[in-house]
Structure formats: C-alpha cells, structure tokens
C-alpha cells in the first residue's frame, strides 16, 4: 500500500515548526511573523555536507528570506573555527496583507514606512544582527538555547561580521563620467572576495591599493600604482578607470600575473548600451 510521506526530514531537529517558526518568533524576532522559515538546524546538516571540508567556502544564497541560511554558516564557523561567507540576497518585499494596510494610508514603494515592512528590513537584517549580537531588535538578551550539535545560550551572540547594502540603478552620465564610484564601490570589494578594507571613495593621489585590490583613477600615476601593487601579498584585482583601451592593456601588461586587470566602467556602459538598443 503506497502512502505520501508526511515530510521530507524525519529527524527531530530539522522540524521546522519547532526550530524554524517558533525559533524565529519566540527568540530572534518576538512578534515578527514570516511563512515558513526553515529549521536553522536542517539547513546547518545540509550545507555541512558541502563545507565542512572548506573552511573558507563561500555560500550564496539568492533567495534568503529570514536568512536562515546565513545564521547556519555563522554556526558551522563557530564549531570548526571557519571563516566561511555567506553572500545572501533577497528583496524588500511587503507581504500582500501589509500591502493593503499601507495603501490605505497612501503609502506606496519607496516610502519609508513602506519600506521599514518589506522582508529585508523588517526579517532578515534584523534576523542575522540578532544572531550576532545576541540580542532581540528591542535590545533584549535572546532567550533559550542552541541544540544538538552545539549547546549554549542564544544571547552569547556569533563572533561574525556583518554588512548590508542596497542595490541602486546608477545612471549612464554619473558612471561614465566617474560620479557613481562610492556606490559601486561595496560591488568592487565583492568581486576582489570580500575580504580585509575596502576602497569606499576615490583617491584624491590619482589610485589607493587595498588588501585585495586596487583602483588606478589617473592613468599617469600607473608607475607609482603598480609598485605599491607589487607589495601587497594577496591583491587579487586591479580596477583601472580609462576609456582608452590601448593605455589599460599597457598597464596591464606591467601588473603581476598573480593580478587580474579590470577595466572600469567598460562592462556596465556596454551592458546599458545593449539594454536600450544602442
């Protein structure tokens, strides 16, 4: 006789009612309801499986939701002294019951009492700091305790960092003419792997060399560049801002082999051309 299983995990701690609703209501977020976040402790087993051997993995996560997936990697670090990332990516959605509510105040997207209620800002931001600091939104010490693999107060917090931004559409004139530099500058970082300082505005002496990249803006100042990018162990990229393509391969021939050559804003002003038929 054939019978439709009841659930795919049959172990205790993966139930997600228990170790995913309730665990999200009654500890990291009193009072926030989300549908269906999945059991931290499910999702810790499965990425397990995957990393346990890399300690230095990268998880991305393009649909995070409560961040459950975020909080699993914060945990497996701490068990095996890790410094895995986890890259999550979510909208700012507002559930359709909010929705209403909101409209009938006249409120619409973009809004900032729109925007506080959408799925980033009011589950997962807050999730993953609480899961950090070991504490509620309010500022209250989390209650309980974590289970099975690893037990210990919720409110002792992760050893983690954290940081969020908010993709933007940056107009073709502002990035062609190098007025959009600090906002893709979270983006540059990302590429160079998400590791040590980051390069957030543009150097006043024409390039700055961080500890995993670097950013030439004066392509008369290359010389000076590309000495300071051979002293610094690990620097993955260089972004070179020029129009002239010639001049970036002849910078680019000088850089080390260890040293990828990135040519800025090439690729997003092809990629708006293309878009609008240009």
């Known amino acids: ?8 995990w049959r172990i205790t701690s993966h139930d ?15 009072g926030r309801d989300f549908p269906y976040p999945k059991s931290l402790y499910a999702v810790e087993d499965a990425l397990r499986f995957f990393v346990i051997d890399n300690p230095e993995a990268v998880v991305l996560d393009f649909f995070s939701g409560s961040g459950t997936t975020a909080h699993a990697v914060m945990r497996l670090n701490k068990q ?5 990332q986890c ?3 979510t909208n700012n959605e507002v559930a359709e019951e909010e929705q209403k509510e909101l409209r009938k105040k006249g409120l619409r997207p973009g809004d900032p009492e729109w925007e506080t209620q959408g799925i980033c800002d009011y589950i997962t931001k807050p999730r993953i700091r609480a899961a950090i600091t070991g504490k509620t939104p309010e500022g209250e010490p989390i209650k309980g305790d974590y289970k099975f693999t690893d037990e210990f107060p919720m409110s002792v917090g992760l050893e983690e960092n954290a940081e969020f931004f908010t993709l933007t559409y940056e107009a073709k004139d502002a990035v062609n003419y190098n007025l959009a530099y600090s906002r893709i500058a979270p983006l540059l970082w990302l590429r160079a792997g998400a590791r ?26 290359a ?4 000495h300071s990018v051979r002293e610094v162990q690990g620097l993955r990229i ?4 020029t129009d002239d393509d010639r001049r970036f391969q002849a910078i680019a021939r000088r850089l080390p082999e260890s ?20």
């Open 1 to 8: 006789m054939r019978a439709i299983p009841s659930t795919q």
């Open 16 to 30: 997600a009612t228990q170790y995913g609703t309730r665990l999200l209501d009654s500890s990291f977020l009193p």
């Open 80 to 84: 095996d002294g890790g410094s895995r």
């Open 87 to 89: 890259i999550s990516i």
């Open 196 to 221: 040590g300082k980051r390069i957030d505005k543009l150097p006043e002496n024409g390039w700055a060399v961080s500890d995993t990249h670097g950013l030439l803006t004066e392509v008369d100042k």
């Open 223 to 226: 010389t000076d560049f590309i």
């Open 238 to 241: 260089a972004y070179i801002v």
């Open 259 to 278: 040293v990828e050559p990135v040519r800025l804003y090439e690729s997003y002003l092809t990629n708006f051309s293309f878009a609008n038929g240009e």
